[in-house]
């Protein structure tokens, strides 16, 4: 069965430095990768993927991640964090078929 | 596009009665899903229906819960009775088997209180 981890619950950054919120994975096969983001009160936001193809993925809000299969890792990361990122973002994972499985969720506070 | 509505937004009961929570999927988008969030577990996933029909409820925690979808645009999820280990927030999210295959889209989530 496929799992995701997120070793950190909460990390803290000041504004304009580098962030990095850290996940891990466990799946059988080529895993499909998704960062989703939630702000209070709403519901899941997605943020960026990967499938396949360049290990380097774009999002949105110029948030990044890059996929490493040697470390079955998929760490998101953005240049220089915002006080308006801050948020719980969670990682997930599924193989080509549903469902989604997500990990616990690490929340990020940025402070200005 | 409205996205996936849910409804009610808040609900608070007391133990022993029946919680009907609503969720309305994006239109053309054929695979539907229930989630429950709490602080404790996490985001947990209940169950999930392809094409209007229950694909896996292994998540679903005992038979007081039960879901349905009698038709493309809407779905159900019941308890009854409830308990106050039920109180979370349980989200509903949609999606494609298009060039969207990958990503769900979530409602705001039902949140559900019970006393």
């Known amino acids: 069965a496929q799992s995701v981890a997120q070793p950190e619950d909460q990390v803290n950054v000041a504004e304009g430095n580098p962030l990095t919120v850290k996940c891990t994975y466990s799946?059988?096969?080529?895993?499909?990768l998704f960062w989703y983001v939630q702000y209070p009160n709403r519901g899941l936001q997605f943020l960026l993927k990967?499938?396949?193809?360049?290990?380097l993925v774009k999002g949105s809000y110029g948030f990044e991640a890059e996929f490493n299969k040697s470390q079955t890792s998929f760490h998101l990361k953005k240049p220089s964090a915002l006080v308006s990122d801050s948020a719980l973002y969670f990682c997930?994972?599924?193989?080509?078929?549903?469902?989604?499985?997500f990990g616990k969720g690490t929340r990020l506070s940025v402070i200005a | 596009d409205a996205g996936v509505i849910q409804s009610p937004r808040h609900e608070v009961t007391e133990m022993g009665q029946e919680v009907t929570l609503r969720c309305k999927p994006i239109?053309?988008?054929?695979?539907l899903f229930w989630y429950r969030q709490t602080m404790m577990r996490g985001l947990e996933l209940l169950i999930y229906?392809?094409?209007?029909?229950?694909?896996?409820d292994s998540g679903m925690p005992e038979d007081r819960f039960s879901a349905k979808m009698p038709n493309a645009s809407f779905s159900t999820l019941k308890i009854q009775p409830s308990e106050p280990r039920d109180s979370a927030v349980y989200f509903c999210?949609?999606?494609?088997?298009?060039?969207?295959?990958?990503?769900?889209?979530f409602g705001a989530g039902s949140r559900l209180t019970v006393l």
């Open positions: 229906f392809n094409n209007n029909v229950p694909i896996d």
């Open positions: 239109s053309g988008h054929d695979y």
């Open positions: 997930a994972v599924r193989r080509p078929t549903p469902p989604l499985v």
């Open positions: 990967y499938i396949t193809g360049d290990n």
């Open positions: 799946v059988s096969g080529n895993p499909y």
């Open positions: 999210a949609s999606r494609t088997r298009g060039t969207g295959a990958n990503v769900l889209t």
